[in-house]
């Protein structure tokens, strides 16, 4: 919460406005997976606009040794997957499942799998979806409006803008199985493009 507080500061500096929609969503009883497009180190501004209380993140284990950055998400309690190894992100996901049934929270998840500030989604890892399904708990998808009109690291670009989020419907996963996680990816998938679209402004 600290951090949350101090971060959320950090918009006027940048001139950042957020329009945000949707939170009655994450009022759902016991845990859930959320799942966000991952454009920039600014999402972790958007993140602190929404954050539920309760809720953890997962990211990569590279993010620990990236300064201050790694300093502040590991305070905040980010559980690290090391991506290289599938045998290790596979029990890590296993204890994230004991754990979030355990202590009743909520998992963050950027099923992109890296940072994309094209204005488009990243095809779907589909660990998140392994998860939720797993423990049996919703998906709650959360999207942000593409940040390219004002921020372009390959062209030094960075002006004040306004950043649409919203928190869309949780998607059910009770009786769902592994047989069915192609197809959960696939709608959560479509469903945030077409609303990641909508909120830039942009034909689907």
């Given at each position: 919460r600290i951090i949350k507080t101090v971060v959320k500061t950090f918009k006027y500096f940048f001139g950042l406005r957020f329009e945000v929609k949707g939170l009655e969503n994450f009022e759902v009883e016991g845990p859930a997976i959320i799942v966000s497009n991952h454009q920039s180190i600014l999402d972790m501004m958007g993140l602190m606009e929404v954050l539920p209380d309760d809720c953890v993140q997962v990211g990569k284990k590279e993010l620990m040794y990236a300064g201050t950055v790694g300093l502040i998400i590991y305070l905040g309690g980010v559980i690290f997957i090391n991506r290289k190894s599938t045998t290790s992100a596979k029990m890590v996901m296993a204890e994230v499942a004991k754990t979030m049934a355990a202590d009743n929270v909520k998992v963050?998840?950027?099923?992109?799998?890296?940072?994309?500030?094209?204005?488009?989604?990243?095809?779907?890892?589909?660990?998140?979806?392994?998860?939720?399904?797993?423990?049996?708990?919703?998906?709650?998808?959360?999207?942000?409006?593409?940040?390219?009109?004002?921020?372009?690291?390959?062209?030094?670009?960075?002006?004040?803008?306004?950043?649409?989020?919203?928190?869309?419907?949780?998607?059910?996963?009770?009786?769902?199985?592994?047989?069915?996680?192609?197809?959960?990816?696939?709608?959560?998938?479509?469903?945030?493009?077409?609303?990641?679209?909508?909120?830039?402004?942009?034909?689907?």
């Open positions: 963050w998840v950027y099923p992109e799998g890296t940072r994309n500030c094209t204005g488009d989604l990243l095809p779907f890892k589909k660990g998140a979806f392994h998860l939720a399904v797993q423990a049996q708990v919703p998906v709650i998808p959360v999207v942000y409006s593409s940040f390219t009109t004002f921020y372009n690291p390959k062209k030094n670009l960075f002006t004040s803008g306004k950043i649409k989020v919203e928190v869309l419907p949780p998607i059910e996963t009770k009786g769902l199985t592994s047989d069915d996680v192609s197809d959960l990816t696939d709608r959560c998938y479509h469903t945030m493009r077409e609303t990641l679209f909508r909120l830039s402004g942009r034909p689907s």
